[in-house]
């Protein structure tokens, strides 16, 4: 159900585990029914479906949605968010090492005027 990209990759999650059903492993000749509501762990979230209807073959994307409903946990949405963010720093992949100017930015970011010391708050008590 367009999960995943090629029902190889998709095998390949059910061996390793990340494809479940109520806390169980499903194995890759696992058939559905309808109802059934099954989880998929893909990078930093688990994201959970559930069947609505069956399918003899493969479906076009826009059709999707009548077949499967993505009933995903709110704040797992938003740890994939967050990671999402975490992955935009400020620098773009393969530009190679920081200038002079970007070492400067990132010691004045780091410097003690914006870093806040934990340990001062338990000395207090």
């Known amino acids: 159900m367009r999960i995943y990209k090629t029902r ?3 095998s390949e999650a059910c061996k390793k585990g990340r ?3 109520n806390g169980v492993e499903l194995k890759p000749s696992r058939s559905f029914r309808v109802g059934d509501v099954f989880s998929v762990r893909m990078g930093p979230i688990t994201r959970t479906f559930r069947v609505l209807r069956l399918s003899d073959n493969r479906l076009g994307a826009k059709l999707v949605p009548d077949y499967m409903e993505d009933i995903t946990a709110p704040d797992q949405l938003e740890l994939l968010e967050l990671a999402r963010l975490a992955g935009r720093s400020g620098r773009d992949r393969g530009t190679g090492r920081p200038t002079k100017k970007d ?3 990132i010691e ?4 003690d005027e914006y870093m806040f010391d934990f340990d001062e708050d338990d000395d207090e008590e």
């Open 19 to 21: 494809v479940m059903m």
């Open 103 to 105: 070492r400067r930015e």
């Open 108 to 111: 004045t970011f780091i410097s």
């Open 8 to 10: 190889s990759i998709a």
